[in-house]
């Protein structure tokens, strides 16, 4: 919008002596008749100091200086020497007002000159002048600032009396004319802004502050919506309610700006997340609530593709304050339709405008679409996010509860946005594929346990949720060839893929030991044997693990469990009924590949009919900063509330109910199966409860 020029004639009749410079000498081009009768003809078109050489202009011309070196405003009391109408000099006391103005010879100053001489010659005459001639003043100063600003003026209860064109012309509302609609200046305002401003508006004209100021958006004549401020001040008045005098500025420009640079440093600073879910989460935090009411991003399975079906699943999702509960993140994946799918190949963003709440086919989620309407939504923008070349994910982002359709200066922001966080995301999505890629390796060492007939044994096995953490956990079970089962679990030291590698191999020794030794070895022999084949051959590394090996025992359906433990959680045996029991000895063996050359101890219990035995690594009960002791209480009041539960449910819930699986976690347990009703059970004996 062009800088609107001062008009120094309209101060031709005015009761304050005005002056209008120009340039940086200060060249008079204005003064008005005030002016000439308080300090006589000056020449126009002359610098200021050839035109002020009397004494005490030395402050004023100073004070000229400073306004056009930085543009703010001044105001300034000074004494003069002037002649009387009778020839006699006389000392007179001024007020002068030096503000920044446009004109048609480029920037200048606005000089208001008040003679308060009466003033300190009469107090009571004082009053009554510094009132009126205060208020020509702030009423001249505000006229000045037309020059960059629209000025208004709002009557004591907050009703618009004056405004100036400048409002029309930024918004296309017509200036107010009756009383009923001195109150249409709001039918402007954003929806989501327009409350909190007339209730700003509405306790500043009951409490009168010193100033008023605020930032809010406007829609401009062209469409869209602008950011203006507007600062205001109250005239008090001696017998008469306050006045408003305000100005009104379009700070767009510099609000964008403001808002780009904050914005843009923030999705750069996504760095600290240590998974691909994370680092989404926190890039679309950046968005909202400053472009957006909410952001989802859907994460892409692999390499964009122009043809063909694209799916994607949803990541991370956020919303401003306000709008119903998101949805929760179920890893689900959609097909992506139409439109979301020509983003992806466009990699371009696209606006849909959101008809009766009704999103279109595959834009979306079922459940994001529904979540979408209940928070009346009014348009959706799909922007594709890319990182090396590649569309990873797909963006959504949607205005909410009557927000208008976002202009395409925000969506080129929110775009620009997305794109600058490429390198944490990089880091995030490698750690991602680094972790899935373990997991995969993992997966295929972990075989299914063996059916027994008069038995049951499930397991479990969940990687943890940092960075590629997967690795050392791991579980076994398998039948040996005198008809007993062997059962082991065991962690290696270490979350990535050298643990999980080193776990396989002593997975597999220790399988080959335990099968071809049956029963000649007992378990501690076993993990003895372990011990020295993992050190001479160089698999050493640090691990823990329990060894078992269970014979069926008697015709009651009961088992014997002979177990060696190298420095593992001890195993938890749940009674049909009763309290949870720890099968742990006084000194625990040290773990394995510390020191081959030491003897190990097997240890003998029963395991009666449907009695439920747990193996598990300490991903299940260990909790930063706190005694492993209360973590595997804790696991013994979950195992036995879940005891009746069927045994692969049993394991799939003691893994579901840890809070935060930061470690990866693997259970595996044993069951005989119940007795026959009525059936005696055996005494329970050994560990301890």
């Known amino acids: 919008m062009p800088e609107p020029q001062l008009t120094p004639e309209v101060f031709d009749r005015?009761?304050?002596?005005?002056?209008?410079?120009?340039?940086?000498?200060?060249?008079?081009?204005?003064?008005?008749?005030?002016?000439?009768?308080?300090?006589?003809?000056?020449?126009?078109?002359?610098?200021?100091?050839?035109?002020?050489?009397?004494?005490?202009?030395?402050?004023?011309?100073?004070?000229?200086?400073?306004?056009?070196?930085?543009?703010?405003?001044?105001?300034?009391?000074?004494?003069?020497?002037?002649?009387?109408?009778?020839?006699?000099?006389?000392?007179?006391?001024?007020?002068?007002?030096?503000?920044?103005?446009?004109?048609?010879?480029?920037?200048?100053?606005?000089?208001?000159?008040?003679?308060?001489?009466?003033?300190?010659?009469?107090?009571l005459e004082a009053e009554r002048q510094s009132a009126e001639r205060l208020e020509a003043l702030q009423r001249y100063e505000a006229l000045m600032a037309a020059a960059a600003q629209m000025v208004w003026v709002a009557r004591a209860d907050g009703t618009v009396s004056e405004l100036v064109p400048g409002w029309e012309e930024l918004t296309g509302q017509p200036l107010p004319g009756t009383?009923?609609?001195?109150?249409?200046?709001?039918?402007?305002?954003?929806?989501?802004?327009?409350?909190?401003?007339?209730?700003?508006?509405?306790?500043?004209?009951?409490?009168?502050?010193?100033?008023?100021?605020?930032?809010?958006?406007?829609?401009?004549?062209?469409?869209?919506?602008?950011?203006?401020?507007?600062?205001?001040?109250?005239?008090?008045?001696?017998?008469?309610?306050?006045?408003?005098?305000?100005?009104?500025?379009?700070?767009?420009?510099?609000?964008?700006?403001?808002?780009?640079?904050?914005?843009?440093?923030?999705?750069?600073?996504?760095?600290e997340a240590e998974r691909a879910e994370d680092a989404f989460a926190a890039l679309a935090a950046t968005l909202v609530p400053d472009?957006?009411?909410?952001?989802?991003?859907?994460?892409?399975?692999?390499?964009?593709?122009?043809?063909?079906?694209?799916?994607a699943t949803r990541i991370a999702s956020v919303a401003r304050p306000g709008l119903p509960p998101l949805p929760p993140l179920d890893r689900q994946t959609f097909t992506l339709g139409d439109r979301a799918r020509q983003a992806v190949t466009d990699r371009a963003p696209t606006l849909l405008e959101i008809t009766d709440g009704n999103v279109p086919d595959g834009a979306v989620p079922e459940i994001s679409a529904r979540w979408l309407y209940d928070a009346r939504a009014t348009s959706l923008t799909l922007l594709p996010i890319v990182v090396d070349g590649a569309v990873v994910a797909l963006a959504a982002t949607a205005g909410c509860e009557d927000a208008p359709p976002p202009a395409p200066a925000d969506i080129d922001l929110?775009?620009?946005?997305?794109?600058?966080?490429?390198?944490?995301?990089?880091?995030?999505?490698?750690?991602?594929?680094?972790?899935?890629?373990?997991?995969?390796l993992q997966r295929a060492l972990l075989t299914t346990p063996p059916?027994?007939?008069?038995?049951?044994?499930?397991?479990?096995?969940?990687?943890?949720?940092?960075?590629?953490?997967?690795?050392?956990?791991?579980?076994?079970?398998?039948?040996?060839?005198?008809?007993?089962l062997a059962m082991t679990i065991g962690d290696v030291a270490g979350h990535d893929l050298a643990a999980a590698t080193t776990m396989g191999q002593l997975r597999a020794m220790l399988r080959s030991i335990a099968y071809t030794r049956g029963q000649a070895h007992t378990p501690a022999?076993?993990?003895?044997?372990?011990?020295?084949?993992?050190?001479?051959?160089?698999?050493?590394?640090?691990?823990t693990a329990v060894h078992a090996r269970l014979v069926r025992h008697g015709a009651d359906g009961g088992w014997e469990m002979e177990w060696t433990n190298a420095g593992h959680p001890p195993p938890v045996l749940l009674p049909v009924d009763?309290?949870?029991?720890?099968?742990?000895?006084?000194?625990?063996?040290?773990?394995?590949?510390?020191?081959?050359?030491?003897?190990?101890?097997?240890?003998?219990?029963?395991?009666?009919?449907?009695?439920?035995?747990?193996?598990?690594?300490?991903?299940?009960?260990?909790v930063p900063g706190e005694?492993?002791?209360?973590?595997?209480?804790?696991?013994?009041?979950?195992?036995?509330?879940?005891?009746?539960?069927?045994?692969?449910?049993?394991?799939?819930?003691?893994?579901?109910?840890?809070?935060?699986?930061?470690?990866?976690?693997?259970?595996?347990?044993?069951?005989?199966?119940?007795?026959?009703?009525?059936?005696l059970r055996p005494p329970k004996r050994g560990g301890r409860p």
Do not use: K
């Open 14 to 123: 005015a009761v304050v002596a005005i002056a209008l410079t120009a340039g940086p000498e200060h060249r008079m081009v204005y003064y008005n008749e005030a002016f000439r009768d308080l300090f006589g003809d000056r020449p126009l078109g002359a610098p200021a100091r050839e035109a002020f050489t009397d004494p005490g202009s030395e402050r004023f011309l100073a004070t000229l200086d400073a306004v056009l070196a930085d543009g703010s405003a001044r105001q300034v009391t000074a004494h003069r020497t002037l002649a009387c109408p009778t020839g006699a000099p006389a000392h007179r006391h001024f007020v002068y007002s030096c503000s920044p103005a446009a004109t048609r010879y480029g920037p200048g100053i606005l000089a208001a000159a008040i003679d308060t001489t009466a003033e300190l010659h009469s107090a």
């Open 179 to 271: 009383t009923a609609d001195r109150h249409r200046w709001l039918d402007v305002v954003h929806p989501q802004d327009r409350a909190d401003a007339a209730a700003r508006w509405a306790a500043a004209v009951r409490d009168l502050p010193p100033v008023f100021e605020h930032t809010l958006r406007v829609r401009s004549a062209t469409g869209g919506y602008r950011h203006i401020r507007s600062r205001a001040v109250p005239v008090l008045r001696e017998g008469r309610g306050p006045e408003w005098i305000g100005t009104t500025a379009d700070i767009e420009d510099q609000w964008r700006g403001r808002l780009r640079e904050r914005l843009l440093a923030r999705a750069g600073a996504v760095t």
């Open 291 to 311: 472009l957006t009411d909410v952001c989802a991003v859907y994460l892409l399975p692999g390499p964009d593709a122009a043809d063909g079906e694209v799916t």
């Open 414 to 440: 929110q775009h620009e946005v997305l794109q600058r966080a490429q390198a944490p995301l990089r880091q995030a999505l490698a750690l991602q594929r680094a972790r899935h890629a373990a997991v995969v």
């Open 451 to 484: 059916s027994l007939g008069g038995a049951a044994v499930a397991a479990r096995y969940q990687p943890g949720s940092r960075n590629a953490e997967v690795g050392g956990d791991w579980y076994d079970a398998f039948v040996l060839p005198d008809g007993s």
């Open 525 to 543: 022999d076993t993990l003895r044997e372990l011990d020295t084949a993992a050190e001479g051959l160089g698999v050493g590394s640090f691990a």
């Open 578 to 622: 009763g309290p949870p029991r720890l099968l742990s000895a006084e000194d625990a063996d040290v773990p394995l590949c510390v020191d081959p050359g030491r003897p190990r101890v097997t240890h003998r219990h029963p395991v009666g009919p449907g009695e439920t035995l747990l193996f598990y690594t300490d991903g299940l009960v260990e």
């Open 627 to 679: 005694h492993l002791g209360v973590g595997i209480a804790r696991l013994c009041e979950t195992a036995a509330a879940a005891r009746r539960r069927p045994l692969a449910e049993f394991c799939e819930h003691l893994v579901a109910s840890v809070a935060d699986i930061r470690d990866d976690i693997a259970v595996i347990a044993f069951r005989p199966d119940p007795p026959p009703p009525g059936a």
